[in-house]
């Protein structure tokens, strides 16, 4: 690592870039970037760090500078076509990550789930017992110049995550996601394989998977879950609307009694790959347990805000395990309110591939409504269409979007949750702003104190008249 250059990014904005920007900028060195003019949640953190920001340019790429490109941009970028010119150093993200990461103990978050609620735990908890720097998939990143320990999210999408050797690896799942790379469970299987045999001191990996009884590493594998079986596991579980406590049995032997304040099952199994991971790391228990129990959560993971009577939660969940575990999560929590999923699947490939686990997971909520499939950057069209999942729903189904929600005006005192990988959010955001502050909507007051008045047959052209 050299800080007398200045480290360039290419997309500086994409969650990944914009937290290892972050990173080095704590760590002390001199950093800026590029990315299109559009504003994203992540310039946030950048403009309070003071990091310079420029829409793509050649002209931006200048000699000195050491570029670091996100992997959503070719070889023919313009910045990155300059940078050659100039005989600029390269790297894509994964390989600057991996080359930053050996100059610490390293603690890699990986999985087909949970790595973001996992890694966000890790960091949590770690920052209060050591100098730490960690990297979030949700675009958080923290740098420090006296950090011994580093904690990063990494993905397996397209294997990049094999640019890591990290310490130890936490593995929370393995399951069959993002269709267009993977061919099939055996080959993200190989993946996991190929990763845990790059670890140097430990796996931690999750005990209740199948596949995960099967890996083969050249470190020891610590398995954690919720019987004996396991080399940690969870006892005396209670699952209360404050979170979850239990008992920690670490290689047979009571390690203590843990609280976290989260909710569902897939939380104590996260907690319990932490649990772990600080207790190899010579951490003591009531540390690791005090600090557990002050986690407020990662951001669009179960995030949690009421409007008037209703709850209203937002939430990443774009698999069909993640959306069954997000709904365990919210019977957790609120057993006594009815749960209105509203899904947005995220590619079609990944679509079609799981359509009927996708219907399964959704038919556990109380009601469903579904949004149009997202069109990605990589997939603009495909062979299915939202009414094929709906198709296989138990209930009927209707489909809404920012422009339509007014079939959400129905519900009072219970709870929405917004799920989705693309722009649900947005639509959450949107249906917050014309949500009526009472269970009474808005909309059929006015058509009953204004029946003569003419009105827009579009029901979007009456949404947008409400916010």
Not at 3 to 21: D, E
Not at 58 to 87: C, K, M, S, W, Y
Not at 106 to 128: D, E, P, Q, R
Request: contains cysteine.
């Amino acid at each position: 690592m050299d800080k007398a250059t200045t480290y360039h990014f290419v997309g500086i904005k994409g969650s990944g870039m914009s937290a290892l920007a972050l990173i080095l900028v704590g760590e002390g060195y001199k950093v800026q970037g590029s990315d299109v003019g559009k504003y994203f949640f992540t310039q946030q953190g950048l403009e309070a760090a003071g990091v310079p920001m420029m829409e793509f340019s050649a002209d931006n790429i200048q000699p000195g500078l050491t570029i670091i490109a996100g992997n959503a941009f070719g070889d023919d970028h313009e910045e990155l076509v300059r940078a050659r010119e100039l005989g600029l150093p390269i790297y894509r993200y994964h390989h600057f990550l991996g080359k930053l990461i050996k100059g610490y103990t390293s603690i890699a978050v990986s999985g087909c789930h949970g790595k973001t609620s996992t890694t966000g735990l890790l960091a949590h908890t770690l920052k209060h017992l050591a100098p730490l720097s960690y990297l979030i998939g949700d675009g958080t990143g923290c740098g420090q110049e006296s950090a011994k320990y580093f904690g990063l999210e990494a993905c397996e999408y397209r294997r990049h995550f094999l640019s890591y050797e990290p310490d130890y690896a936490i593995i929370t799942n393995v399951d069959f996601d993002h269709p267009d790379y993977f061919t099939s469970i055996e080959d993200v299987f190989s993946a996991f394989t190929s990763f845990a045999g790059q670890t140097t001191k430990a796996v931690i990996a999750c005990g209740e998977d199948a596949y995960l009884r099967q890996l083969e590493a050249p470190v020891p594998v610590y398995y954690y879950g919720f019987d004996s079986n396991s080399t940690v596991y969870a006892t005396n579980i209670e699952r209360t609307q404050d979170g979850s406590d239990f008992d920690v049995t670490f290689e047979g032997k009571f390690l203590g009694r843990f609280h976290v304040p989260t909710y569902g099952k897939h939380n104590i199994l996260n907690a319990l790959a932490v649990i772990t991971v600080l207790t190899l790391e010579g951490f003591p228990a009531d540390a690791i347990a005090q600090n557990l129990a002050t986690f407020t959560g990662v951001k669009r993971r179960f995030s949690v805000k009421t409007v008037g009577d209703l709850t209203i939660i937002d939430d990443y969940a774009h698999h069909p395990s993640e959306i069954k575990a997000t709904i365990d999560a919210t019977k957790q929590r609120y057993p006594d309110k009815r749960c209105i999923a509203v899904f947005q699947p995220h590619t079609f490939s990944r679509t079609v591939a799981l359509l009927n686990e996708f219907a399964e997971s959704l038919n556990l909520a109380d009601q469903v409504y579904l949004c149009d499939i997202f069109n990605s950057a990589r997939e603009q069209s495909g062979e299915v269409t939202i009414q094929d999942l709906a198709a296989l729903i138990d209930q009927e189904v209707e489909i809404i979007s920012s422009e339509h929600l007014s079939p959400l005006m129905q519900y009072k005192d219970d709870v929405i949750v917004f799920m989705g990988a693309g722009d649900v959010d947005k639509i959450a955001q949107r249906f917050e702003r014309i949500c009526p502050p009472t269970s009474k909507c808005p909309l059929r007051l006015t058509w009953r104190l204004r029946p003569n008045t003419q009105y827009k047959s579009s029901r979007s052209a009456i949404l947008s008249g409400l916010s």
